[in-house]
Structures are given as C-alpha cells and as structure tokens.
C-alpha cells in the first residue's frame, strides 16, 4: 500500500468501501474523519485537493486509523478530539466521549444564568426636570416663532413689484417698505429674545455648577452623571426606589466533569462572568480536562479541576456559594448496560456510564448534596438516563426542591431534570 499513489479521492473511497462492508453505520463519514485526522485538512479541504497523494507518514496514521476504526473503537478516540458546542475538545480513552445532550445540559444552565444571575433586572430611574429647563425651551419656541414670522415677512417684500406698490399706495400694508420695516422690527426682537432665552439658559448652567459644588452628582447605571438632577430629587428617589443590583459572576459546581466540556464551554461562552469548580474520581479525567482547559486559554481561576469523590474536596466555607450544581453522572442502568453498542460498551469507561439498578446510584447523592452547595434559588440540573426522568424529578419534589422539570432531548425523549433549591442546608 504504501509502495502505490494514494490520492485523497482514491483513499476515500477504498476506505469508505472497506468500513461498509464490516458493518459501519455512516462508512462516508468516518472516512472522511479519518482522513482529516491524517491530513490535518478539514472536510471541505478534501474535496478540493482530491487528486492530491498522501505522503508515507499520512498512509501509515490512515492504515492504523482504519484498522481501529473497523474493531468498533469510537472516533473520537482515533481522531483525538471532538466538537462541543462553541469549542474543540481533546478526547482519549478512559474518558467519556462528549454527547450532543450534553450540549442541551449546557444551554438550560446558560439559560438559567442569563435569566437569574448576569442579567438581573435594574430598578427605572426617571430623569427629572427643573424649573428653569421649561423657561428655556419657552424661549427657544419664541426664537423659532419670530424667525419664521421675519422669514415670511422678507419674502412678501420680494414679491411685491413696482407696480404692485403702484396700485395698492405707499400706505397699504403689504408694500414693499412696510415689509422691509417689519422685516427690521422683527429681526431686533428676534434679537432681543435670544438674548433673553441665552442669559436663561446661562443661569441654568450656572446653577448646575454650583449643585455640583455642592454635592456628588447623581450617577445612572451605567456611571454616567444625569444632567438636570438635584440632589434633594435623587435623594426622594433612591430612597423610593431600590438601587439595581450589581452584575456579578457566577458559580458553577460540576460534578464528573471527564473532558470538561460542561464547564469549559460555559466559562468560554460567559467568559469574565462565570467561574466553574469542576470534579472527577477518575485521574485520567482530570488530566485531559486540564489539556482542553489549556488550549483554550482559559486559565484556573476560571475553571478548577479537582481530583475527587463527588464534592469531598470542596471547602466548606464554599457550600451555600454555587449558583449551579450541574452533572453528567454515571447513569445507564445496570441491565441496559448490556444492549449498548459495541463501541460504548466494549470501549468506554464503565465508571463513567453505569448508574445502578435504576440509573440514579449517583443521582441520589447529588440530590443529597445540592442543598448544601447551592445558595437560595441555585439551580440543580443533571442528564440521566430517559427512564429514569420521571423518578428523579418525584425524587427531587421530596427532596423540597421547587420548580422541577423534565426537559427533553433532540429526539424528544426525557433527558434532563432540573429543580431549584429553595431552602439551603448547613451540616452542623
């Protein structure tokens, strides 16, 4: 093989022919992933460079790829990484390969976020008007009056001819030299009425300036001043009215997090407003969630991976501080364990994947956990096994959670429960 030309076209194909015939559900697809893996081309790129040939070093990352891929081992392990929402995500084994439902996990969080936590709100501040500023515009209305009264006036003179003057007599209004004068008579009122509606609005700045002496200026939310305010009005209305509250960042609790896809893509979409603990009993999960924290260029303030059973690690003046308690916990039910794909089953982890008899093993002691992480309000929400949604959500409802709900996948099956913690409890 590696003694022959081996075009792009021509080892798409081949490979394509020979996972077709072992049984792969999508052989185009997965060549095509192959391909790309050993080229470093994207999707698009083959089919533009098809009459290209493939080096030795290419030919040997494809043969070894595809005997891989032809025993049942998942792609993302072959290939190396993954596409998760907004980013890539390395994968290897021992790890639990991202899912599309996952991505559903991640935006009902985002959701909650946007709604609950970074965009609260803010109390409507009225801009109030002084007296003088009424005095003013009065004035500037009469400016504009006798400017178009003058205007009017010099284009009745332009009109009138010699003879118009002829016939109507030096007397009659309309004449030339009436208009010319009232023409004159308006334009020094004209005058004296800025001159007016000028020293107002000179007073009123000069008011402005010594309130400001006087006092802070009053500030809106957004830390501008707001003209026209004095102290005596803001003081009646903050007082009223209740200050808006402070954007803050959030606090996000994974627990299980493998990759860290959970936690990086929601520290990468609200970048500077959400910071993530994220946990994992499995060392290797760890590692490789530490490697896609890094390449992103994300840094450990804003995600922290511990290496854990469950929340042990988190300090206890941290319970009570989370807004979200989120996972993706072993859920797959003990007797469904068997009837997985080949390439789950005989590749993935178990620890990652089984939930006991009813799925919810794992399930049950978080739900025992989120009233002590999560402040009042905090959300609790996990990805379970769709059998099994029903049980957790009345499990939640005894718990003393409030708001629960199933959310359903992209194939409209249950997948998702979450519920809000209303009432926070501290061990003693």
């Known amino acids: 093989m590696a003694n022959e030309i081996w075009t792009i076209k021509r080892c798409l194909e081949w490979t394509k ?3 077709a015939e072992r049984g792969e559900e999508h052989p185009r697809l997965s060549a095509e992933w192959l391909l790309c893996a050993a080229t470093g081309l994207a999707r698009i790129d083959l089919y ?3 009459d290209e040939t493939l080096d030795a070093a290419q030919l040997e990352t494809m043969h070894a790829a595809v005997v891989r891929r032809a025993k049942g081992e998942p792609l993302q392990y072959i290939t190396g990484s993954t596409q998760f929402r907004m980013i890539d995500v390395a994968c290897a084994p021992g790890v639990l390969i991202p899912r599309p439902e996952t991505e559903m996990l991640v935006e009902e969080v985002l959701n909650y976020l946007d709604a609950e936590v970074l965009s609260p709100e803010a109390a409507a501040r ?5 007296p003088w500023n009424d005095e003013v515009e009065q004035a500037r209305k009469a400016e504009a009056a006798l400017a178009d009264e003058r205007a009017t006036a010099e284009r009745r003179a332009a009109n009138l001819t010699a003879a118009d003057e002829t016939a109507l007599g030096s007397d009659v209004l309309g004449s030339r030299a009436y208009a010319e004068e009232l023409a004159d008579r308006e334009a020094e009122e004209a005058a004296t009425q800025a001159a007016e509606a000028e020293a107002a609005e000179a007073a009123a700045q000069a008011a402005d300036a010594e309130a400001e002496e006087a006092a802070e200026p009053e ?4 830390g501008i001043a707001i003209e026209g305010v004095d102290q005596e009005t803001a003081s009646a209305q903050d007082a009223a009215a209740p200050a808006p509250a402070e954007p803050r960042t959030a606090r996000v609790l994974e627990v299980g ?13 609200r970048r500077g407003h959400v910071t993530c603990t994220a946990t994992d009993i499995e060392p290797r999960a760890i590692d490789l969630a530490t490697k896609n924290r890094d390449a992103l260029g994300l840094t450990s303030d804003e995600v922290a991976f511990s290496l854990t059973n469950l929340v042990s690690s988190i300090p206890r003046e941290e319970w009570g501080t989370f807004d979200v308690l989120v996972s993706n916990p072993p859920y797959i039910p003990t007797d469904v364990m068997r009837s997985l794909p080949h390439e789950v089953k005989d590749f993935e982890p178990d620890l990652a994947l089984e939930g006991g008899a009813d799925g919810l093993d794992i399930f049950r002691r978080l739900l025992n956990a989120a009233p002590y992480m999560l402040r009042a309000g905090g959300l609790f929400a996990c990805e379970l096994y769709e059998g099994a949604l029903d049980a957790a959500a009345e499990l939640c409802r005894q718990a003393g959670l409030s708001d629960v709900r199933i959310v359903r996948d992209l194939t409209d099956r249950p997948r998702i429960v979450r519920a809000i913690v209303t009432e926070p ?4």
């Open 126 to 130: 009225q801009r109030v008007e002084l």
């Open 219 to 222: 500030l809106d939310e957004y």
């Open 425 to 428: 409890k501290q061990r003693q």
């Open 17 to 19: 022919e020979y996972l």
């Open 257 to 269: 997090c493998g990759t860290g896809c959970i936690s990086l893509s929601l520290a990468w979409e």
């Open 48 to 50: 533009m460079r098809m």
